[in-house]
C-alpha cells in the first residue's frame, strides 16, 4: 500500500531552525515534493527531490534517502511568515501525487 | 512561474443547487489538470484526473455523476458540484500539470452549501 507518514504539529521559535520529517512507503517512485500551505490558501512549491541526498534553496533544504523511504524540510531563520503548514507528498508510478497529512508548524517569537 | 486560476474563489449555495468552478492555465496549455478537495486540517484528496479531450478519471469513492468534469480545451477544466448538500462543502483546489513532476496549483475554491 502507500502511506505518507509525518508528524502532525510542531512548535519552533523565531530566528531557530527546525527540521520536519516525512517517512513514505509508495507503490512506485518519481520523487518527492514539499509544498507550504498558509490556512485557506492553495498549496505553493518548496521543493522536489528524486536524488538521494540535499538540496538547498535558500533558507529552505530539503534531504531525501530513497532506500530509507525518508525525507526531511529543514528552514532555517525562521520567521514568523513561516506559520503554515508543510505537506509531503510523493509521486507514484503514474505521476500522480500522493500526499501527507501535513505539518502544521507553529513560530513563536 | 506558470499560473493556474480558479473561479470563483468562493461560493455560497443553497442545498440541491448545483455550482460550477473554472480551472483556467493562464500562460501555459495543460493536458492534465487535477481535481482536489480537502477538509479542514486534512490533506488534500484527489478527486479526478482531467484529460483535455477525453472522460475524467475518478478516484474510488468519487460519485462521477455528482461531481461532472470537463475538459473541453488546453487551458479550461470545469468541476460541476451538482445537488449540493452540506457535506460537500469544502475547499477545492485544481491544479495543472505541465510535464510530468511538475504541477501548478490554482488558488482554490472555498465552497460553502447551505
Known amino acids: 500500500g502507500q502511506n505518507i507518514d509525518q508528524p502532525t504539529e510542531m512548535t519552533a521559535t523565531e530566528g531557530a531552525i527546525v527540521q520536519i520529517n516525512c517517512t513514505y512507503q509508495?507503490?512506485?517512485?518519481?520523487?518527492l515534493f514539499w509544498y507550504q500551505q498558509h490556512a485557506g490558501e492553495a498549496p505553493t512549491f518548496l521543493s522536489y527531490n528524486v536524488l538521494d541526498g540535499l538540496e538547498e534553496k535558500g533558507r529552505f533544504s530539503s534531504f531525501l534517502s530513497r532506500s530509507k523511504g525518508y525525507s526531511y524540510l529543514l528552514l532555517k531563520e525562521l520567521q514568523m511568515k513561516d506559520s503554515a503548514s508543510y505537506l509531503c507528498a510523493t509521486m507514484d508510478s503514474n505521476y500522480q501525487l500522493i500526499w501527507g497529512a501535513g505539518t502544521k508548524l507553529i513560530i513563536k517569537p | 512561474g506558470a499560473v493556474v486560476s480558479q473561479h470563483p474563489s468562493w461560493v455560497i449555495c443553497k442545498s440541491g443547487t448545483s455550482v460550477k468552478i473554472e480551472c483556467r492555465s493562464l500562460d501555459f496549455q495543460a493536458t492534465t489538470m487535477f481535481w482536489y478537495r480537502q477538509f479542514p486540517k486534512q490533506s488534500l484528496m484527489l478527486m479526478a484526473t482531467s484529460n483535455e479531450g477525453s472522460k475524467a478519471t475518478y478516484e474510488q469513492g468519487v460519485e462521477k455523476d455528482k461531481f461532472l468534469i470537463n475538459h473541453a480545451s488546453l487551458t479550461l477544466s470545469t468541476l460541476t458540484v451538482t445537488s449540493a448538500h452540506p457535506e460537500d462543502s469544502s475547499f477545492y483546489i485544481c491544479?495543472?500539470?505541465?510535464?510530468?513532476?511538475?504541477?501548478?496549483f490554482g488558488p482554490g475554491t472555498r465552497l460553502t452549501v447551505l
Open positions: 491544479s495543472a500539470r505541465i510535464r510530468d513532476t511538475e504541477q501548478f
Open positions: 509508495t507503490s512506485g517512485f518519481n520523487g
